[in-house]
Every structure is written in C-alpha cells, then in structure tokens.
C-alpha cells in the first residue's frame, strides 16, 4: 500500500459534480491500493460526472432500517444471512439467475429462522458486486501476460489485451446493472414471489438431492403451522413481503464516492451504492483512503479480519469507523480459515468485548478456506467451510458472546466450484461446472446444507 491517488495520477481529478461533505475526499491524499489505472484514460472524468449524477440505487432510510436491523443481531435477537456470487458479472445479470440466487437465500434464510426461532437478516452480496481485489496485477498464460481481471466493474474476463483493460465507462455498466438486479430483487421480494405461503414453489427447478428433500420436509411442517394460523383467522399481510438488503465490498472509492449523496433529512452522507458495504481483508490498513473514507459515510459498515489481524488492528477499526459506538453501525467479518479459527478468533473478541464495544460478529468460511484442487482450479473443501463454521459457533459460545452472521458466496445455480458435500462434488466436475469468474461457491445444494447446520448450531445455542 504506497500509492496515493495523486501518485497515480498528478493530474487526479476532484470528484466533479459529487456531493460536497467535509472530509470525504480526505481519501484522495491516503494511501490507496487495488485500484485501476485509468485515471488518464479520456473516458474516466465522463464516468465519474455521470455517477454523481444518476439517481441513488437505495435511500437513506433504508439503509437506516437495516443499521437498526444490524444493532438487534449484535445483541443476539437476529441473524444475518449475506450471500451471493464471488463476483457478480454483466453477463450474468438475468432473471433466471438472480431469481435462484434470492430463492436460495430465501429458503436458507426460511430454513434458519425456522430452526433457530430468529428473525434472519437477508442481504446479498448482489447489485455491486462487481470490483475485486487480487493478489497479482497480472495473469499469464502461456507466453502471454496481461492484467489480472479485477470484476466487471474494471475489465472484461475474456484474456485479450483489449478486455483486460482497464475501462472507467465500465463504472457506468455497472451502476445500470445494479439498478436493474436492485429493481427485479425488489421486485420478487415485495410482489409476491417470497411470500411465505410459496415455501415450496421456491424449491421447484433445483435439482432433487439429499438437501432439497430435507428442505421439503421442512416446507411442509411450515405449510401445516401456517393452515393452521389461518384457520385460526392470522393476518398473513406480513408474510408477503420480506426486506431484502444489497451489499457489495467497496473497492472502488471512485465509483463509491460518486455514488455518495447528501441524506435531505439528516444532511449526511451516505454511500448510496448499496445498503452495506464492507472493506476487504487487502485494503483495511487503519490509515488507508478505504477506511477514511467509510469512516465518512452512514451506511452500516463491515471490516474483514483475517488470520493476522490483531485484537490492536480491531479495536482501532472500532475507533474509526464506530466511534460514537452506535448500535448496527460496525460488523466484523471474520475470515481466519478452518485451521485458525478456533485459535485466533477467541482473543479478538474478548479483547473487543472487554473494550466495551458491540460490533456484530460474522463469519466468512470461505475465504480463509481456498486451495488449489491437483487439477488446477481454485476451490474450497466443503468440509472446510463447514468446520471454519463450526468453529465461529463453539468460540462465541464458550464466551458467551453472539454468533451474529453467516457471510457466504454461493449461487442458486448447480456449479461445481467447492469440493465434497453431501452429493459430493469431485474435481472432474469443474470441467464442465466451474462458472465462476472469481472465487470458488457453494452451489445451490452446498448452500442449504449450510443453511441447515447453521440452523441447527444456533437451536443449540437457543
Ligand atoms: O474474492 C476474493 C479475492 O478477489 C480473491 O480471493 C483474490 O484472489 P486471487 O488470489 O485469485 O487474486
Ligand atoms: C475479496 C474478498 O474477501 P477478502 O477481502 O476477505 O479476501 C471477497 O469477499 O470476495
Ligand atoms: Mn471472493
């Protein structure tokens, strides 16, 4: 992390056009990492003017609802389900694949507060998701090397130099398409298609296995309560609609802040590309332009710690981004992998704990869980993923504190992307079934087992 925007560009243009707050463009002199050059690229100072522009893709108040729907699962009364591609793509932004994906999280999150008796949180990492960070500036094939895909949102995955590079109108792309998968995810969640009384309906088109039955079984039990409700003379108008929150990781603070919006009630800012926006393992340096940045604006905000953050790293973040100690405003997203969890994480939470701070504790069980599978593709051990889970219970547990979130990339789609489960992938299938772009995800099936083993270590918690 060496590099200012400025250093990338002398010539680094203020945001034209962008809301004007005190302090939120105090980033652009910070050091910056994972961003593309594109700064003297003709196109970028249209992209960014256009971005300040454009509508917000969410409002104020929601993002408001959903910091006070964060502070209740802080204190154990709520759970948070946050699910969704590695990395989303332009390409794939159709119905069919964003209806399975919400109907994945919907039966997840059905089969979550089922077991558990919790209201459960549903956000996706969807509508934004489309920037990411890399650990190489570029990939080789062969002879050639070009720059690394870094999301939809910078360049294209096709490994030609033309896709690879680095394009600011990509910006724009990428607003629209977060619009249009914000408006069907809208769509489907307040017109009917999650109404409870479809538990089942939202099973039909997924492939029969050992997760779906047990999810049908689980339908019915929830069809019989809610004949049962009715005939009792229940109001069901809650049942219809469920909120469904949009969060990405805020990679690019150009488009981020192109996207931030004075609030005319409250007059702050707020990053009003999504609900929730969280900070990468690679770009969560205390001094770094990502954090000061997000200090700035109100959405609810989450960090990801790793195997090397420290109990000091954390309880600076806390004074940062969280300093008024609000209720719903700071999450930790921990990602320590299966072999470290049950190490690492107890002195980080005791520590934070003991400061008197209450951030919301969720878990990522895949990204300290990725290796590379002997036939060369990046892959995740289900098992892993699901003792890095287990591990996240049994700490919060034996401290007491609450297991407040499950963080997962998965798709409603029948990839074979993560090793084993219970109709086990094996390597031979990523020839024909690997889709992802980016990281490797759980299929549909691997996300409602998931689904279910959480369930059941938070009853047991209950
Ligand atoms: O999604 C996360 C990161 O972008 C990803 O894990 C980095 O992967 P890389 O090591 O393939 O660049
Ligand atoms: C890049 C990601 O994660 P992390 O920052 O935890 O590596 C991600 O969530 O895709
Ligand atoms: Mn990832």
Known sequence: MSQTPADLDPSFPPSSGAAVYPGLDEWRSLPISQQPSWHNDPGYAAAVAELSMVPPLVFAGEVDILRDRLAQAAQGKAFLLQGGDCAETFEAATADKISARVRTILQMSVVLTYGASLPVIKMGRMAGQFAKPRSSNDETRGETTLPAYRGDMVNGFEFTPESRRHDPARMVRAYHTSASTLNLIRAFTQGGFADLRLVHHWNRGFTANPAHSRYESLARDIDRAVRFMDVCGADFEALKRVEFFASHEALLLDYERALTRIDSRTGQPYDTSAHFLWIGERTRDLDSAHVDFLSRVRNPIGVKLGPNSTPEDALALIDKLDPNRE??????????????IREKLP???????????????????????????????????????????????????????FPGGLHVEMTGDDVSECLGGADPVDQDAFVEGYESVCDPRLNHMQSLEMAFLVAGALAEKG
């Open 327 to 340: 209720p719903g405003r700071l999450t930790f997203i921990t990602r320590m992998g299966a072999q470290n």
């Open 347 to 401: 002195t980080l939470v005791e520590k934070v704990t003991a400061s008197g701070a209450q951030v919301l504790w969720v878990t990522d069980p895949m990204h300290g869980n990725t290796v590379t599978s002997p036939n060369g593709y990046k892959t995740r051990n289900f098992d892993d993923v699901m003792d890095e889970v287990r591990g996240f219970f049994e700490v919060h547990n034996a401290l007491g504190t």
